[in-house]
Structures are given as structure tokens and as C-alpha cells.
């Protein structure tokens, strides 16, 4: 367990931007330490199995139940005061541990179709706990801790002076189909003007769907840096679809220039069946012939047991695919980017996880949370409020497609509003390189 508590400190430390030696802590009680952390039963860490919810203390913590997964005694405060030593009587590390290191995807096994871990298959899912960043919660009762038994107070210094930060992304799935999808969808509803306006639009070699300089423009009005992931593949693969759009065509370097001139950046939208395949991920590496740093799987494909490795391998610094599809929220408990822990080798990585928090087809598609437009207002508030009442970092991913409106009719003017939260809140928007130099500045300051 101690790696994995180090892992988790560090966490705490990064974020807080602490030193090790700042504070005495001891994770075990000895009696001694300013701080110590009751130990809970960690040999579940021994094995993959699957966590039996009904092992959950929930307790209150400034008035939200918390669940704590690893503990027996519910009838004590969560923390004790005696002699200028503070105790944490729950297993805040463990639980962080659990989240972080998505150890409930060990042993779900993914099956054929897709490689992806189904919201309904969750803790988060189970405890009704998908809209609480949960580590940091734990984390705030370790912050407190410190605080009282040093008399300090700790604050994030992450997005300089602002009080959170959101990371804008795109994933680039399609942007040469508007006059078929578009055209199908206006057919449907006998919109004969939208239908000439598309093949129009194409037979002069522009698809509604490529629109990459309406999306930088509407960001560069907003001092938006953000993160476009494209995909190397096109065509089917199995039942599902790559893009539409052969990548080493060259008016994508153009667009590729106008997302650098915007201080946006490229990644790779890893294709289908690589995040288990590291050859047929490097092929979509070399496809794109310029250095990425950034990664997301095209449907959100992660495999738990495999796929760390092949980003390490590929020279990847960030990934931002661990976020649910079907619904919003936080698929590791966290609203902070942290670093991929290596189950197999049993220490941190140095993959650096963006996870993502928000995607529009979560609340378009009819299959997910289908909600109405003014549910969707209310619940993006709430959803930015939890961010920055821990000053974390946001991630949301708009693809292209939901800019326009052929088939995706009002969802740009969404897009807007989710905007339009964030600069009333004052957020911070970074780009995923922007995130890891902030990120690497801290680990190499401490
Ligand atoms: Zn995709």
C-alpha cells in the first residue's frame, strides 16, 4: 500500500502545491504524527474484484454524504482532535486510491463491441455519486486536517489568480458528411431549402461540417485555447465508424495552422480498436507526421488493463478519454487532471489524465440524458459551481458537427451558453499542453 498512498499524496501535494516534508503525516495510527489516517481494510487492493457496495460508511462532511468505502467504524466524527494531533478516522487514501486509480474497471470485463466501462456498471452509478468529484472531498478533509494542526491555510495555485479552469476539446469524427446526414435529416422534415444549401455548399468544396474557422473564431472572441482531436482512420471497423476523412489530405494543413495561430493545439483521436493495440495505435501516430502530445479514443474506448502502457510507449503526455458517455460527471471522483496510475508495475505513471467531464452527445443523444434545453442550463450551473468550489479544471468536449446546424440544430447555441457560464465564473481556459506544463512546472518545483 505505501506506493499507492505516495501516489495519492502526491496528488494531494501537486494540487496544493505542497512540499512532502511540509506537513507530518502518518497513514496507520502511531500515536505520534501531528496527522494520522486510520487504516482501513486495504488488502481489497490485493486482488480485481468487484467492490460490494454494501461495505459503504456514508458520512456527512459540510453537509454532503460521502461514502467511504474501506472503513468499519461509522460511529466516530470523521475527524478527532487531541493534544495539538489530529486523527482522520477514515480511510480517506484508500478510497481516493480506489477512484483515481479507476481499480473498479479491473475486473469488469469490457466484452466485444466496444472496449468501454458502462456508466451503469459504476460505483457512481450505484451510490448515486456521479455529479460529486468524491476525492476531492476526501481531499478537502486531509486540507482541513493540515489546516488545523498547523494553523496554515492551503490554497490551489494552479490557474494563476483565476478560481478554476476549463478545458474546450473537439473531437473530429466527421466534417465532409453535412450533405448527406445533413440532407437526410432536412429530407425528413421536407427542408428543400437546407438540402440545396448543402449541396451547394459541397459542389464548391466547403461541407458545412468543415468548420473548423467558425469554431476558432467564436473561440478567439472568447480567449479560448483548446485541444482538436483527429482521428487517422477512416471507414468502418467492426460496427462502428472512423471518420470520414482521410487525415494526410491537404487541406488539413491549413486548418492545422489556423488552430496553432489560435494557440490551439492537434491531438490524436486514437481510432477504434487501438486503445488494446499499441501497433495499430503507433500507425495513427505516424499517420498524423507532426509530434502530438495529447490523445482521446474515438467512442470513449479505454482499456484498464492495456492501454496506459500504449500512450507511455507512444510518447503521449495527456489523455482526456476517461469520462462517461452516458452521463456527466467525474468517472474518477476527481476534478483536477492527474496522473494514470500503473496497476501492473504498481507506482505512478506519466501519463498525465485529463478527465473528461461534459460531452454534448451525454445530453443530446435520447439513449443518455436526453434532457431539455431549460434542465440543461440548470444542470450545467450546478455542474460548474462543484468545479470551482474545489478550484478544478472542467473538461468539455463539443465535437465540430454540434457547431452546425444541419442534424445538430441549437446545439451550438448550447455550446455558447456552457461558455457563457464559464467566463461569468471567471474561468481559465487552457489547451491540453497548456495544462501539462502546469502540471510538469509543479512536479519539478516540488
Ligand atoms: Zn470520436
Redesign the pocket.
Known sequence: MENKYKYVLSLFNQIYHLETTAYELSYGIDEKSKIQIKKGKVTFFDKHEEYNIRNVIWKEWNSVQIPFLFDERPDTEILTFSNGRVIINFDIIASSFFFLSSWQELSYNKGNDLCRFPFEASIQYKLKIIDKPIVNYYFEILKEAIERAYSIKLKVSLWQDKPFAAFISH???TCQSAWIQGSFRALLKGDIPSILKLLWLKTTGNDAWFNFDHILESERKDHIHSTF?F?SRKGKYGKFRN?DYNINNRKFRKVFDRIRENDSEVGL?GSLGTCNDLNRYQEDVRQLKFKITGN?????EFDTHNTLEILEKSGIAFDSTLGFAEHYGFRNGICFPFFLYDVKNDKQSKILEIPLVLMDGTLQNTKYMNLGNDQIETRLNELVKEVKKFNGLITILW?NTHYSEYKYKGWGRIMEKIIRICTENDSLFLNGSEIVQKYGNMLSST
Open positions: 473531437d473530429i469524427d482531436f482521428m471518420s483521436h482521446r479514443f474515438h467512442f470513449l465535437h
